[in-house]
């Protein structure tokens, strides 16, 4: 997977390339405008991380300039800003997406690997999900654990069929939040906890091996190993 | 354009305006009229006099020189005959018979000597005696049966006898009374036309101002790109809406400061922080030990801490110089609430506390969502860190006239009451409070930028109340401002 990492914040940089390898992309990065045009015409990239203030220009108007010579690869907007510009909006309902800064590397990474599925041919919709003994009929709503039947209430349900679909990746409280409540917010309290300890009761019975497994100060996992 | 301009008209102030100025001008003109009329009534009583007086005086001569035999009563009739022919005023359509003019001579001890005139000028011979006419002025009779009086001028010639000539008032006041009509209808013309122009150019300059103030008002708290229409004249008017627009330029201006300083602060915090969040997640996922994860995962925790605490505080100092910027979509407020009350549920009844909605149905306001999200969240984050266990929540939705307001009240210990006052203001917060105490100073500033308002009180029976008002449509979006006028820009 090629992605071209547009950042001008050296720091950033840096720390985003590492991860980024780490995960198993093959990273070009570029500090400003000019540069990321030439190396999206050199050579096509699968995705690409934009950051808004570029020192050159701005990040939308490299987005819609890279659009214009032809390169469809989908792109994740970094933002410094406070509110959410409605370029970015637009941007978002073309089939990209927005972080703000500063982000959990696993909600980063979530994101690319969701908008890379997004551009990739989409397979047959599945009715059913499987994690381990952990299964999901997604047509009648029903969720089992070796055959047995877990008492899961509506929203309890949405909450695992999402930990199901990224089994064995983090994925992070916003994340949480914004996928399965459809809001971008950051409460105080543990709220997104809460709803998780309630689903590990119903799903991780005594005696069973645990799949919620909680990662401190980054997320959750449901664990597929 | 907007549905103030649909006022009743009987209240607006070109109506007051013009009504007052037509009373002075209806008050003036007929008091011109009042003095005119008198003046020709007076001009027309004082030339009939002396018509009469004079005709009085020849015909007494007459009289005089006339000897009294069988030719006396056909030479003074033939005579009075002719004077009455010339009366004054006379109306020429009145016909052969001629009742505007007697005359009347008496003899010295009072009989009846010669009548001309309509009748037998008995009745007239009555009135005249019992309303002792003595030579000199004329003076008004009033005859039995006539409807208008006479004026009779009467003369005393040397053998005694009495000479009386009276003409009735009649045609006199048939001129009068014409003037009298034609005025008034002329007066009521000039009326109407003068409240007319005024009514027009009031009205015009006037809506001009309402156009001004409905163009102002709906410049709200977060668009201040729209302008008031200007006119192309150099009027007060006309300079009152330049003079407003400029003072927009100026606020827009400092407006437009403020947002560059608050970004380019959030900008230069944000990367820092992002670089520091980044390398401590990539140091942690390096597969290090438990005694080393823990003190990273609570700096991590405290970073999105400040994180948070940085985005507020940026919004609440927007939103106290009214800057909070916002991009509106229809939400149903209903729906977003019973949501938000689904995701906050477990936290609240793992504390004991209860949460209940009462709620009339769908209620759709045009609002920012994802700052909706954030009050509401951080009224129920208030409500799960303050309430002591075994406390209920009540939400209460409805929509009134102001627009839909959401009540939020529990039975818990209420607010401390040294804060009350100070409650919607940043960095408050009661003694036993956690948190950074912006949380109610952001749900103040939400509702402010969406134009509604905020209060928070403490019930009579124990507890807290906050109730939050926002307008069902945003206004200053929905109407373009610039309507069909000269615009500034």
């Known amino acids: 997977m090629r992605l071209l990492l547009v950042e001008d914040e050296i720091d950033i940089q840096r720390f985003l390339r590492t991860s980024l390898e780490e995960a198993g992309f093959e990273v070009e990065a570029a500090m400003d405008g000019k540069t990321a045009e030439k190396l999206a015409m050199d050579a096509p990239f699968d995705i690409l991380i934009v950051d808004l203030g570029l020192p050159d220009q701005d990040g939308i108007s490299l987005i819609l300039k890279l659009r214009q010579l032809g390169v469809r690869a989908p792109v994740l907007i970094l933002s410094a800003r406070r509110s959410v510009d409605d370029r970015v909006r637009g941007l978002e309902q073309g089939g990209d997406d927005y972080l703000t800064k500063p982000f959990a590397l696993a909600e980063l990474l979530a994101r690319l690997r969701n908008l890379l599925r997004r551009n990739s041919p989409p397979a047959s919709e599945a009715t059913r999900l499987s994690v381990l003994d952990l299964e999901l009929d997604l047509l009648r709503r029903e969720a089992t654990r070796c055959g047995q039947i877990l008492q899961l209430t509506q929203q309890e349900f949405v909450l695992l069929e999402y930990l199901c679909r990224n089994a064995g990746r983090v994925v992070t409280r916003s994340m949480i939040l914004d996928k399965v409540w459809g809001m971008r917010i950051q409460p105080d309290t543990n709220v997104v906890d809460v709803h998780i300890y309630r689903l590990r009761g119903k799903v991780d019975s005594p005696g069973q091996k645990p799949l919620i497994r909680t990662l401190r100060g980054v997320g959750y996992v449901l664990k597929d190993r | ?489």
């Open chain 2, 1 to 489: 354009m907007s549905s103030r301009t649909a006022e009743p008209i009987l209240h607006s102030a070109a109506w007051r305006i013009s009504l007052w100025a037509t009373l002075a001008f209806a008050c003036g003109t007929l008091l011109v009229f009042v003095f005119l009329h008198q003046f020709v009534a007076d001009d027309i009583q004082r030339r009939s006099d002396a018509w009469l007086s004079g005709e009085v005086e020849v015909l007494g001569d007459v009289a005089e020189q006339t000897p009294k035999n069988a030719l006396y009563d056909r030479v003074v009739g033939e005579v009075a005959e002719l004077a009455s022919k010339e009366v004054p005023n006379r109306d020429s359509s009145a016909g052969a018979s001629n009742d505007s003019v007697f005359f009347l001579q008496t003899s010295g001890d009072g009989a009846l000597m010669l009548w001309v005139g309509a009748g037998r000028g008995l009745t007239n011979l009555k009135s005249i005696q019992a309303n002792r006419i003595l030579p000199g002025t004329p003076m008004d009779l009033r005859i039995p049966g006539f409807g208008v009086p006479f004026r009779v001028a009467a003369t005393r010639i040397y053998d005694g006898s009495y000479i009386y000539l009276g003409l009735s008032e009649r045609d006199q006041l048939r001129v009068l009374g014409n003037l009298r009509a034609r005025f008034i209808l002329l007066w009521l013309l000039l009326v109407l036309l003068g409240f007319g122009i005024v009514f027009f150019t009031t009205h015009r300059m006037l809506s001009l101002v309402r156009r001004i103030t409905d163009a102002a008002s709906r410049i709200g708290h977060s668009d201040l790109s729209a302008r008031v229409p200007t006119s192309a004249r150099r009027d007060e008017i006309g300079s009152l809406a330049m003079t407003l627009n400029h003072m927009l330029d100026r606020i827009e201006n400092s407006m437009h400061q403020l947002h560059t300083i608050t970004d380019s602060l959030a900008h230069d915090l944000r990367s820092p922080l992002t670089a520091i969040r980044g390398k401590l997640e990539v140091s942690l996922s390096a597969g290090s030990s438990v005694d080393q994860v823990e003190p990273i995962v609570a700096v991590i925790e405290e970073l999105d801490r400040l994180t948070e605490f940085l985005n507020k505080s940026l919004d609440v100092a927007e939103s106290k110089a009214d800057a909070l910027r916002l991009s509106r979509s229809r939400i149903d407020l209903d729906e977003l609430l019973r949501i938000m009350i689904d995701l906050y549920e477990p936290s609240m009844s793992e504390r004991g506390l209860q949460i209940r909605l009462q709620s009339g149905g769908p209620l759709i306001i045009e609002a920012d969502e994802a700052m909706i999200h954030r009050m509401i969240a951080n009224l129920f984050d208030n409500e799960l860190k303050h309430l002591p266990a075994a406390s209920t929540i009540n939400l209460l939705l409805k929509a009134n006239s102001g627009g839909a307001s959401l009540i939020l009240e529990d039975d818990g210990p209420g607010f401390d009451l040294e804060v009350l006052p100070h409650l919607f203001e940043r960095r408050v917060r009661g003694r036993e409070s956690h948190g950074h105490g912006l949380g109610l100073a952001f749900v103040d500033a939400v509702a402010r930028a969406h134009g509604g308002t905020a209060r928070a009180l403490n019930r009579a029976q124990g507890g807290a109340r906050i109730e939050v008002t926002l307008p069902l449509l945003a206004h200053d979006q929905t109407n373009g401002v610039m309507t069909p006028f000269h615009s500034a820009h």
